[in-house]
């Protein structure tokens, strides 16, 4: 079993839909993050979380430390939303980032 | 600089041949990590460097994989007798000592072993 793992695998929207990408991980860990990686292979960060909740434009991610798990929301999305969204957690200090495989956005006009 | 900048972004080269990516971290930044993604792939790990030394070498997939860091700044990936296997897209991250945060992506080299 992966330490990390995302649902859905593929996801397929409308433009304007509400988006919810799910996390679960079963090692503690000392943070979360949300990467973006567009076409190309380009990884942006869009959020670090240890607990709570952080919001970015239209970009909402959640953290429950208790139950392991975490949530990436879109609201409103657009095509240009469209990319792998990757869950990583770091355990401790400078540990390399342990990855989900992924969830794969389209958007569609 | 102000982000992680890798080169070459883009290398092809043939089976057997040596190639050297690098990786310019974010100033500052002591802790250098190298990631792949193969072709329809998750990232893997390869090694991580705190300062310039490599305290978890654990992803290096073969002995013809090796990395070095100097100046706790630049650091270079390896890859000696390229095999076709070995295309993928090459991460650097680099972050703060001792945080979690402040976690950056270099834009990846793209290295297709023909």
């Known amino acids: 079993k992966n330490e990390v793992e995302q649902s859905p695998q593929n996801l397929t929207a409308q433009e304007g839909e509400f988006i919810t990408i799910n996390c679960s991980y079963s090692v503690g860990i000392s943070a979360l993050h949300w990467l973006q990686q567009h076409p190309g292979g380009g990884i942006v960060s869009l959020f670090m979380l240890s607990s709570g909740k952080k919001k970015h434009g239209r970009l909402i991610a959640t953290i429950n430390i208790q139950e392991k798990h975490s949530s990436l929301h879109i609201t409103a999305s657009h095509p240009r939303d469209s990319a792998v969204y990757i869950c990583a957690v770091l355990s401790s200090g400078n540990t390399p980032l342990v990855f989900g495989k992924g969830t794969r956005l389209s958007v569609i006009a | 600089g102000a982000g992680v900048s890798q080169s070459p972004s883009n290398k092809v080269t043939e089976k057997g041949k040596d190639v050297e990516l690098r990786c310019d971290p974010i100033?500052?930044?002591?802790?250098l990590y190298w990631y792949r993604q193969r072709l329809g792939q998750g990232l893997e790990f390869l090694i991580y460097f705190q300062g310039n030394s490599a305290p978890d070498k654990s992803g290096l997939p073969s002995d013809r994989f090796s990395a070095e860091r100097t100046g706790e700044s630049v650091s270079t990936l390896t890859i000696q007798r390229t095999q076709q296997e070995d295309s993928a897209v090459y991460l650097c991250?680099?972050?703060?000592?001792?945080?979690?945060?402040?976690?950056?992506f270099g834009s990846g080299t793209r290295l297709t072993v023909v």
């Open positions: 100033s500052g930044h002591t802790a």
């Open positions: 991250a680099s972050s703060l000592a001792g945080q979690g945060n402040g976690y950056t």
